[in-house]
């Protein structure tokens, strides 16, 4: 079985730029996650789809970050305009049921610098 | 914030029993425990959870505690390849594992 799939695996921007990663989730997975991870820290939830409906956007930063799934199946994060503190990996995971009591799968991430 | 407490790093030789412990004092009832681990420009991989009884499976096993306040993740024969980040995550199941918090976790390093 293909694992989560994420593009590109690296970004280099300057600030106020915009940027977009997208994920393709492991097929016939129902929930689709969002994570950040910050450098020397544990991943960090920004946003949780189940199908194409938002069910946890509480920690996205709203002004900058957007996120859909618009066919249920693969997501794009977007950040614009990007800020220093957004350099980071951009993790998206994927698990098969709906109320997420299966398994959570991550694909490698996308390794953001921003300048 | 996470609700779990690991040591930031632990050594272990190649071939030994690696202990990861992890202090969760104020789990609550309905709460499992997670270990999930991430190696090196990687995204983090699931091992391992429960309840209130001993799990094993291929990957590990998972020791808790009676009080459920604290537990310790066993990998029995650690290999080079097992050097990664272990996080132990306090959270829900049968909702959404999108509560998964994660914290620093436990640098494990396995030495020839």
């Known amino acids: 079985e293909a694992g989560v799939a994420q593009s590109p695996r690296y970004k280099i921007i300057e600030k106020r730029q915009s940027v977009a990663f997208w994920c393709n989730p492991i097929?016939?997975?129902?929930?689709l996650y969002w994570y950040q991870q910050i450098l020397g820290q544990g991943p960090k939830l920004l946003i949780q789809?189940?199908?194409?409906?938002?069910?946890?956007d509480s920690q996205l930063p709203k002004d900058r970050f957007s996120a859909e799934r618009l066919k249920g199946v693969d997501s794009t994060l977007k950040i614009q305009p990007a800020k220093l503190e957004d350099s980071a990996v951009y993790l998206c995971?994927?698990?098969?049921?709906?109320?997420?009591?299966?398994?959570?799968?991550f694909g490698p991430g996308t390794r953001l610098l921003v300048l | 914030d996470a609700k779990t407490t690991q040591p930031p790093s632990m050594d272990c030789a190649e071939g030994r029993a690696a202990n990861l412990p992890c202090n969760h004092s104020?789990?609550?009832?309905?709460?499992?425990v997670y270990w999930y681990r991430q190696i090196h420009s990687q995204g983090p991989q699931y091992i391992i959870h429960?309840?209130?009884n001993n799990e094993t499976n291929e990957m590990a096993s998972l020791i808790i505690t009676e009080d459920r306040k604290s537990s310790t993740l066993i990998l029995p024969h650690a290999t080079l390849r097992d050097t990664a980040v272990y996080y132990c995550?306090?959270?829900?199941?049968?909702?959404?594992?999108?509560?998964?918090?994660f914290g620093k976790g436990t640098k494990l390093s396995v030495k020839p």
């Open positions: 097929s016939g997975h129902a929930t």
């Open positions: 995971a994927s698990s098969r049921g709906l109320a997420g009591k299966e398994t959570q799968y």
């Open positions: 429960g309840l209130k």
């Open positions: 789809f189940q199908n194409n409906g938002v069910v946890d």
């Open positions: 995550i306090v959270g829900l199941h049968g909702g959404s594992q999108g509560n998964l918090i």
């Open positions: 104020t789990i609550s009832g309905n709460e499992y």
